[in-house]
C-alpha cells in the first residue's frame, strides 16, 4: 500500500466521519426542536377553556409529531384520556373505543416496556397488569373505571421538564 | 301570566311535583346530605318542562330570576342556580342578586368569596360547584366523587346530571386532573349554603 493509498484512505475516513457527525448533529438538532415544539404544545393546551377543544387540537399535533416516537406516543397516551372523557361527559361509545385504540397502540409499540418506565416511571408489574386487562375492555362500568383510572395516572405523567 | 308560585301551568297537577310544592318543604336541597334533593330534580323537571311557556314579560321570571337579556325565555347556568334557590332559599336569593336586576356568575362568586369562600374537596350533596364561568349543584357523593346538576348551554338550558356514566360508575374526582376542562372557566370549589 503506497503513500498516496493511505492518504486517499484516510480522507474517505475522515469524509465519512464529518458526514456521520453532522447526520449525527442533525438528527440531535431534530429532537429537541421536536422538544422544544412538545414543551409550546403543551404550554399551548393549557391555554384552552374546554377539553371539546383540546381533543382536536392534540389530533393534530399527532400527525405534526410522528417522527417522534416518544412524542407521538406521549401524544396518543394524553388524547385518549381526552377521549374518555369525552365518552364519560356525552356517552360517545365511539371515544370509548378510540381511548382504547390509542392505549393499545402504545402499549403495541412499547414491546419492552422501557418507554413506559422511562417515561411514565410505572414498573413492569402495573404494566402487565394494563396490557393483560386492556384487550378485553369493554364500555360497561368495570371497563370505564379501568380506562378512566389508568388514563388519568398515564396522562398526569406527562409532564414538561 | 303564570302564578310565581307554579300555579297556573300544565306543570301544577299536583302530580309531579311544584314550585309550590317544593317550596313548602322545610328541608332545603342544600343542607340535607343524606336524602336526594327532590327540590332540585322537581325543579328541574318543572322547568324542562315549562321552559318553552317563560315569557320574561308575564313577571315571573322578570322578578325572581333576572335574566340577562328580558326578551331572553331560556336559562345559562348561573340563572338556572339561581332560579333553584330562589325556590328552596329566597333570601339567599336576594342576597345573591342584590339590588340588580339579574344573575351571572360573578355574583355567586362574589358572594360566596365573602360568606365563607369555596373549599377544593369534601364536597356535600346540595352544595353549589363553581368554575370561573359556571356553576352547578353536587347532587350525589361517595368520599371525593361527586355528581353534579346544571345547565352547560348558554343557548339553551337543559339540565343534566354530570359526574356518573350510563353504567353507574362515578368518575368525577375532586383529584381529578381536568376539573378545570369540563366546565367554562377554572374550577374554583364547592360551598355550602
Known amino acids: 500500500m503506497n503513500k498516496t493509498t493511505i492518504f486517499i484512505l484516510l480522507a474517505l475516513f475522515g469524509l465519512y466521519s464529518s458526514c456521520s457527525n453532522s447526520k449525527q448533529r442533525n438528527y440531535l438538532k431534530e429532537q429537541n426542536d421536536l422538544l422544544n415544539k412538545y414543551e409550546k404544545l403543551l404550554h399551548q393546551k393549557k391555554e384552552f377553556d374546554h377539553y371539546s377543544d383540546i381533543i382536536p387540537f392534540l389530533e393534530k399535533a399527532m400527525i405534526e409529531f410522528n417522527s417522534s416516537d416518544t412524542i407521538f406516543n406521549k401524544i396518543k397516551i394524553d388524547l385518549a384520556s381526552y377521549y374518555v372523557l369525552d365518552y364519560l361527559m356525552l356517552g360517545k361509545d365511539t371515544s370509548f373505543f378510540k381511548a382504547k385504540q390509542l392505549l393499545i397502540e402504545v402499549f403495541n409499540f412499547d414491546k419492552n416496556n422501557q418507554f413506559l418506565i422511562n417515561e411514565f416511571k410505572i414498573n413492569k408489574n402495573q404494566i402487565d397488569s394494563i396490557r393483560s386487562i386492556l384487550p378485553d375492555v369493554d364500555n360497561n362500568a368495570e371497563g370505564e373505571q379501568f380506562l378512566f383510572e389508568t388514563l388519568e395516572e398515564l396522562s398526569s405523567r406527562i409532564n414538561i421538564k | ?193
Request: glycine share 10%.
Open chain 2, 1 to 193: 301570566m303564570p302564578d310565581p308560585t307554579g300555579g297556573g301551568t300544565g306543570t301544577n297537577d299536583g302530580g309531579t311535583g311544584t314550585i309550590s310544592e317544593i317550596e313548602k318543604k322545610d328541608k332545603p336541597l342544600i343542607d340535607d346530605e343524606t336524602e336526594p334533593i327532590e327540590p332540585l330534580e322537581q325543579s328541574s323537571t318543572i322547568l324542562a318542562e315549562r321552559s318553552e311557556e317563560y315569557n320574561c314579560d308575564d313577571g315571573f321570571v322578570y322578578e325572581q330570576l333576572y335574566p340577562r337579556d328580558p326578551n331572553d325565555n331560556k336559562f345559562d347556568c348561573s340563572e338556572w342556580a339561581y332560579y333553584i334557590i330562589a325556590q328552596v332559599k329566597p333570601i339567599l336569593a336576594k342576597e345573591i342578586c342584590s339590588s340588580q336586576k339579574y344573575v351571572n356568575t360573578t355574583k355567586f362568586i362574589d358572594y360566596i368569596t365573602a360568606n365563607g369562600g369555596f373549599r377544593i374537596n369534601n364536597p356535600k350533596v346540595g352544595d353549589i360547584v363553581m368554575w370561573t364561568g359556571h356553576i352547578e349543584f353536587v347532587t350525589e357523593v361517595s368520599g371525593e366523587k361527586f355528581v353534579m346538576h346544571g345547565c352547560r348551554s348558554s343557548n339553551y338550558c337543559a339540565p343534566s346530571y354530570m359526574g356518573k356514566s350510563s353504567n353507574g360508575y362515578i368518575w368525577l374526582n375532586t383529584s381529578y386532573e381536568k376539573l378545570n376542562e369540563i366546565a367554562s372557566g377554572e374550577f374554583i370549589g364547592f360551598w355550602t349554603p
